[in-house]
């Protein structure tokens, strides 16, 4: 059995959850919120510093280290995630990422389902369980929400002015609901089809799985698919297909 | 100058009826166009810029600072033309293939207007050789490309890689830009820049087009 220490967005809440309790190996989860993507530069501080307190042994979120309660690695529920992963590297531990853009192809089972995907309609808008009970989905009420909240930030004029030029969601064509067996939301469904009617996109139910998640949680770390860096290392970005590699 | 910091701060809260007003009023007293625009607009937006990227302002506050600059420019652009100030050069823009975000190269063209820059902008999802064949047609000297994701980056590579394709690399400057883009992306493609923000950005197009 590996004990390990997983690092998860949010985004990923009840995918990862649901692997960490099914898992044969002891999975150690901290999770941070969504979004910090948008500052790529907060998310890499952030998560250096998370990555910091577990090797001191300071983290109040892990299991205190001891004996045989150390880990074996740290595991990322990430991708690059706008590169803010770049640069990431532990003292003490190894560091297992998956090779991937972002949190997409952990949803739909394989980055080359998500490359495929993404070169046949690259103008869509993804949604599941955990992103829409932790992130901002572009849907009707919270547009609504959001034109309050910036009228009253900054007048009805200006309010007007960023929904047009914030949302690319006038961009895009359509939105795809990423399903998985093991999690049944008929709602999430229907809200995700709402949205596509409110924003005029097409609607697409695209069936996920587990797979490349499980392959992160069960140690199935073949080069191909994860980058392993070893403890003192970082994570560094590379332009010939593999997205990542270690370097010192 | 007093009427200069005011214009400045009220394009920082993102007023753009009292940036107007007080841009007419600067130009009525006296003042000329060009160092209304940039001590007082673009003196603003740089501000701007400086405090989006240490994140203590976002995208919101940045647009609404654009709109205020765009209700001043569009009472100096009148003056400008008619004083013959001469455009400084060409940029042709857009966000490369792939890709549908556009704030961040909006926010550019923008900057690069203020700077003089004859700005084409091709929009979004661009493909590399609409980039090459604008610039070559307009005799832009400078191709700027944008991408969001680190999906879409890779199609920059394909945007220089299209310009020695035509045999026109040596007469471009290909600049680069985006959030997940950095500096060691830009030099692994071959590109020229790599600018971080669009007020950086604007300050090494103007250089390109004064060389």
Same mark, same amino acid.
């Given at each position: 059995m590996l004990r390990l220490k997983l690092l998860a967005c949010k985004a990923l809440y009840r995918e990862c959850s649901l692997l960490s309790v099914k898992s044969k190996n002891y999975i150690d989860a901290t999770y941070l919120q969504q979004g910090l993507h948008d500052t790529p530069s907060l998310l890499h501080d952030a998560l250096q510093a998370e990555i910091d307190r577990i090797d001191e042994g /300071?983290?109040?979120?892990?299991? /205190?280290?001891r004996f045989d309660k150390d880990f074996d690695a740290i595991i990322l529920g990430y991708g690059l995630c706008s590169n803010a992963i770049v640069g990431l590297s532990s003292k003490k531990y190894d560091i297992v990422v998956p090779r991937?853009?972002?949190c997409i192809a952990l949803f739909l089972g394989s980055y080359e389902k998500y490359r495929k995907y993404f070169d046949a309609h690259s103008g869509t808008y993804w949604y599941n369980p955990s992103w829409i009970e932790n992130a901002y989905t572009p849907s009707k009420e919270n547009d609504e929400a959001l034109i309050k909240e910036y009228t009253e930030k900054y007048g009805e004029d200006n309010a007007k002015y960023i929904m047009e030029m914030e949302h690319t969601t006038k961009n895009y064509s359509r939105c795809a609901y990423v399903e998985w067996d093991e999690l049944n939301f008929p709602e999430y469904i229907a809200y995700t089809k709402d949205a596509a009617d409110y924003f005029g996109w097409e609607f697409d139910l695209v069936g996920g799985n587990s797979a490349f998640l499980s392959d992160l949680f069960e140690g199935n770390w073949r080069e191909e698919h994860f980058l392993v860096v070893p403890a003192g290392k970082k994570i560094a970005p590379e332009y010939?297909?593999?997205l990542i590699e270690a370097e010192e | 100058m007093s009427i200069l910091n005011d214009i400045s701060g009220f394009l920082q809260q993102g007023r753009a009826k009292n940036v107007k007003e007080l841009v007419q009023k600067a130009l009525d007293e006296g003042l000329s166009a060009s160092q209304i625009l940039d001590e007082g607009l673009l003196a603003g937006m740089s501000i701007i810029g400086v405090k989006f990227k240490n994140n203590e302002v976002y995208v919101p506050e940045v647009l609404i600072a654009a709109r205020a600059m765009n209700a001043g420019m569009e009472i100096l652009k009148p003056v400008l033309v008619s004083s013959n100030t001469q455009s400084k050069g060409k940029a042709v823009l857009g966000t490369v293939k792939g890709d549908l975000h556009d704030i961040g190269k909006n926010l550019v063209k923008i900057m690069f207007e203020g700077k003089g820059i004859d700005v084409i902008d091709l929009g979004v999802d661009v493909a590399p050789e609409k980039f090459i064949e604008t610039a070559v047609s307009e005799n832009a000297q400078i191709i700027a490309c944008s991408a969001l994701l680190t999906t879409t980056m890779n199609a920059m590579r394909d945007v220089v890689e299209a310009a020695e394709q035509k045999g026109v690399r040596d007469k471009l400057k290909i600049m680069v830009g985006g959030a997940p883009v950095t500096d060691a992306f830009c030099k692994s493609i071959g590109a020229d820049y790599y600018t971080s923000d669009a007020a950086s950005a604007s300050d090494v197009a103007l250089q390109i087009c004064q060389a």
């Amino acid at each position: 059995m590996l004990r390990l220490k997983l690092l998860a967005c949010k985004a990923l809440y009840r995918e990862c959850s649901l692997l960490s309790v099914k898992s044969k190996n002891y999975i150690d989860a901290t999770y941070l919120q969504q979004g910090l993507h948008d500052t790529p530069s907060l998310l890499h501080d952030a998560l250096q510093a998370e990555i910091d307190r577990i090797d001191e042994g /300071k983290d109040l979120y892990s299991c /205190k280290p001891r004996f045989d309660k150390d880990f074996d690695a740290i595991i990322l529920g990430y991708g690059l995630c706008s590169n803010a992963i770049v640069g990431l590297s532990s003292k003490k531990y190894d560091i297992v990422v998956p090779r991937c853009d972002d949190c997409i192809a952990l949803f739909l089972g394989s980055y080359e389902k998500y490359r495929k995907y993404f070169d046949a309609h690259s103008g869509t808008y993804w949604y599941n369980p955990s992103w829409i009970e932790n992130a901002y989905t572009p849907s009707k009420e919270n547009d609504e929400a959001l034109i309050k909240e910036y009228t009253e930030k900054y007048g009805e004029d200006n309010a007007k002015y960023i929904m047009e030029m914030e949302h690319t969601t006038k961009n895009y064509s359509r939105c795809a609901y990423v399903e998985w067996d093991e999690l049944n939301f008929p709602e999430y469904i229907a809200y995700t089809k709402d949205a596509a009617d409110y924003f005029g996109w097409e609607f697409d139910l695209v069936g996920g799985n587990s797979a490349f998640l499980s392959d992160l949680f069960e140690g199935n770390w073949r080069e191909e698919h994860f980058l392993v860096v070893p403890a003192g290392k970082k994570i560094a970005p590379e332009y010939t297909g593999k997205l990542i590699e270690a370097e010192e | 100058m007093s009427i200069l910091n005011d214009i400045s701060g009220f394009l920082q809260q993102g007023r753009a009826k009292n940036v107007k007003e007080l841009v007419q009023k600067a130009l009525d007293e006296g003042l000329s166009a060009s160092q209304i625009l940039d001590e007082g607009l673009l003196a603003g937006m740089s501000i701007i810029g400086v405090k989006f990227k240490n994140n203590e302002v976002y995208v919101p506050e940045v647009l609404i600072a654009a709109r205020a600059m765009n209700a001043g420019m569009e009472i100096l652009k009148p003056v400008l033309v008619s004083s013959n100030t001469q455009s400084k050069g060409k940029a042709v823009l857009g966000t490369v293939k792939g890709d549908l975000h556009d704030i961040g190269k909006n926010l550019v063209k923008i900057m690069f207007e203020g700077k003089g820059i004859d700005v084409i902008d091709l929009g979004v999802d661009v493909a590399p050789e609409k980039f090459i064949e604008t610039a070559v047609s307009e005799n832009a000297q400078i191709i700027a490309c944008s991408a969001l994701l680190t999906t879409t980056m890779n199609a920059m590579r394909d945007v220089v890689e299209a310009a020695e394709q035509k045999g026109v690399r040596d007469k471009l400057k290909i600049m680069v830009g985006g959030a997940p883009v950095t500096d060691a992306f830009c030099k692994s493609i071959g590109a020229d820049y790599y600018t971080s923000d669009a007020a950086s950005a604007s300050d090494v197009a103007l250089q390109i087009c004064q060389a």
